[in-house]
């Protein structure tokens, strides 16, 4: 892209832009006189928030929040019965100094005896958020909602005093990650470009005709030209779930609607076999189609490669020879390695065939409580996404440089939780000697603390806060401030060995597993696997397999970070149709999410399933590590340090994830090893401080443009 087209590109988004502004504004006056309805409705003596949320499209919460007199009665006697949660007694953890191994100045942990305790109120009953967990599981990047200072923080849960939260520390009963006795199937797999009707089928590439992107001109074509049947079709550029986006209000909806049309011959699939994979799953960007003929004989899935890696514009049949490189490097870890539909799927089968069958662990890793696994699902976040504005930076950049971490998630896969936690209380930690503390801190933990920000602070925050909103998370760094969280390990180590002043913390309670290794041989083969398409990508001769290669070395990353969210295992979401005709039967606690005039779309939670796979505490783990390291991390081989905690202050401008957003270019070393920072995009000033995310992406793609860096295969 020229100077010319880039010019027009941004008018183009403006344009779009202002379209959006109006589209909002109207589906808000919509949504005004909708709920003027509702409440008019509310008036009648025989209303009834279950026979009005179908009709409104609209959940029973979300209609009882508008009409609060269709509550339930004894919802408000509940909500009156509730008492303020119970603050446990505390173990400060102070700053002093004194030497911990890898850090600058680490503060010795002074432990205070706990005072009295208070009289304890009843403890609030621990439920996890309904989440919509993505096909590769976890969780959307998209920044959070600015948090005001009028927004009250959400409140994030506790474990309950005495035998009732000490019953949670234990494992569920006949759940465990075994080495599976089997070997996947292989599916036969075409590659459709829906934009060029380019059909990639084993080694053939044929030409469809297309006269629309819906899912049944897609499967009639298909079949026409492979007869025998496709078991997934990959669309690998078109996004044909999008074709008619600009006829519903959320991009979300236009793909429910694709996905639910009615198809002749064709039905939703429902499941064979051991194949628990049923249904569509509704997903803005990489959504799953699955249909099976009414006759039975056939099976098929429509999913993007978005899922797997970028495919960057390559047609087809680069795609292909990626997916056909990628598992041949696969087997020459695993020799029973298939690639399924999704790098989640793959990933964690995959690591199952490392799971020992001999040994320490032959009977599998144990799958925590429930009441665990869902306390780790609410308080243990993800990526860490922030913008910060001014006056914390200036209002003109001196230039804005990104570096992003290479394969992060790989840097953090050598020690893992493991084993039946213990519960650590403020008591119990108090009562330990310095080392202990030491000890444990440096750990596999995940603990609950209050958190004060030092009174001379002036960097960015360390420990994420809870912020309203379902996921949100934010960073405070007002001198001063106090603060109820969970956090990893790795973050309380950061927190009280940063490299400019220790921070208070209050341990609260916690969960210390024993440390283990079950990711380590997983990840180690990953590694390998990516170091050698990487250099493929590097050194082919053919610049078709070259691509290839770097396609495959980005699977190979997905594979593992995919992998790991699939571990977190959110609650699941079931998605169903009702027809209009019975809206009355559309589950109470469903959510609408699409209709037409003959059918009625809708999503609900279903809780956790039977996971044998489920760890949580791995992935919470992980992602701890990954934070803490975008903030300071030891290049041993270099005698130095990197990550924001390492610039001056005001220097930092965003976190995306593995990604730190500066104001000037930093000497941090770069390898090519998982971890690594690598400088990818440096935009000259002066630079308008972003004040949106919008404004960010446009900027770091601007900066990525003006940078002409070394290509380093299989980066990040």
Request: aromatic share 8%; glycine share 6%.
């Amino acid at each position: 892209m020229d100077a010319k087209a880039y010019s027009a590109a941004l008018a183009d988004l403006r344009k779009d832009r202002d379209q959006i502004k109006h589209a909002k504004a109207a589906l808000a006056k919509l949504e005004a006189a909708r709920d003027k309805k509702i409440r008019a409705l509310a008036a009648h003596d025989k209303a009834n928030a279950e026979r009005i949320a179908p009709a409104a499209g609209l959940s029973f919460a979300d209609i009882v929040q508008i009409a609060p007199s269709l509550a339930p009665e004894n919802l408000a006697a509940d909500a009156q019965a509730r008492q303020p949660a119970h603050t446990p007694s505390s173990t400060s953890i102070a700053g002093q100094s004194t030497a911990l191994p890898d850090s600058q100045a680490a503060p010795a942990v002074a432990a205070e005896q706990p005072g009295p305790p208070e009289t304890p109120a009843p403890a609030p009953t621990m439920s996890a958020p309904a989440a919509h967990p993505s096909p590769e599981g976890v969780e959307p990047t998209a920044a959070p909602e600015p948090v005001t200072a009028a927004a009250p923080s959400r409140e994030l849960p506790s474990i309950p005093d005495g035998a009732d939260g000490d019953r949670w520390f234990t494992h569920t009963p006949n759940l465990a990650s075994t080495h599976p006795n089997f070997i996947q199937q292989a599916r036969s797999t075409v590659f459709l470009d829906t934009t060029t009707g380019t059909l990639v089928h084993r080694d053939q590439t044929l030409r469809l005709n297309l006269p629309d992107t819906s899912a049944a001109t897609i499967l009639r074509a298909v079949f026409h030209a492979v007869p025998e049947g496709p078991e997934r079709i990959f669309i690998t550029a078109g996004d044909p779930w999008h074709h008619q986006a600009d006829q519903h209000p959320f991009l979300k909806d236009a793909v429910a609607a694709w996905l639910n049309a009615p198809i002749p011959g064709w039905r939703t699939d429902t499941g064979r076999g051991k194949d628990k994979m049923a249904g569509h799953f509704v997903h803005p960007r990489n959504p799953v189609g699955r249909y099976q003929s009414d006759n039975g004989r056939h099976h098929v899935e429509i999913r993007s490669v978005g899922e797997w890696f970028d495919p960057e514009g390559a047609d087809p049949t680069i795609v292909r020879d990626a997916f056909v490189l990628l598992w041949k490097t696969l087997r020459a870890h695993w020799n029973d390695a298939v690639l399924m539909g999704s790098p989640s799927q793959t990933g964690r089968d995959l690591w199952t065939r490392t799971i020992p069958t001999r040994g320490q662990h032959a009977d599998g890793y144990p799958v925590l409580s429930e009441e665990l696994r869902g306390l780790l699902h609410t308080t243990a976040g993800q990526g860490r996404t922030e913008l910060i504005t001014p006056p914390a930076v200036p209002d003109k950049l001196p230039a804005l440089v990104e570096y992003d971490r290479t394969f992060a998630y790989a840097k953090h896969t050598w020690k893992s939780p493991v084993g039946t936690p213990r519960r650590i209380t403020a008591a119990t930690f108090a009562s330990w000697s310095e080392k202990e503390q030491i000890k444990a801190l440096y750990g596999c933990g995940h603990w609950h603390v209050r958190v004060t920000v030092p009174d001379t602070w002036n960097h960015v925050g360390i420990l994420p806060a809870p912020a309203p909103g379902d996921r949100a998370w934010h960073y405070p760094a007002k001198p001063g401030t106090t603060f109820t969280t969970w956090a990893g390990g790795p973050e309380i180590h950061t927190a009280l060995a940063n490299p400019i002043q220790p921070w208070r913390i209050e341990i609260l309670d916690g969960l210390l597993f024993d440390d283990g290794k079950p990711l380590d041989d997983w990840a180690k083969k990953l590694k390998e696997a990516w170091s050698a398409l990487a250099a493929q990508a590097g050194l082919h001769g053919d610049p078709n397999q070259r691509r290839a290669a770097r396609l495959a070395s980005r699977a190979v990353r997905s594979l593992l970070l995919y992998g790991i969210g699939s571990f977190a295992q959110r609650p699941r979401m079931v998605t169903g149709t009702t027809p209009r005709t019975h809206e009355r039967d559309v589950p109470a606690d469903a959510e609408i999410i699409g209709f037409t005039d003959e059918q009625i779309t809708w999503q609900r939670p279903t809780g956790f399933t039977r996971d044998p796979n489920a760890h949580p505490e791995w992935a919470a783990t992980i992602w701890s590590g990954a934070r803490a390291a975008l903030l300071s991390q030891r290049h041993r081989d270099d005698n130095t340090y990197a990550g924001a905690l390492h610039t001056p202050p005001g220097s930092v401008v965003a976190f995306r994830t593995d990604a730190v957003y500066l104001t000037a270019p930093q000497p941090w070393p770069y390898h090519g090893q998982p971890g690594d920072y690598l400088n990818k995009g440096h935009l000259p000033g002066p630079v308008p401080a972003p004040a949106t995310e919008e404004q960010l992406l446009a900027l770091r793609d601007a900066g990525r443009a003006a940078l002409t860096p070394t290509t380093i295969p299989g980066e990040s």
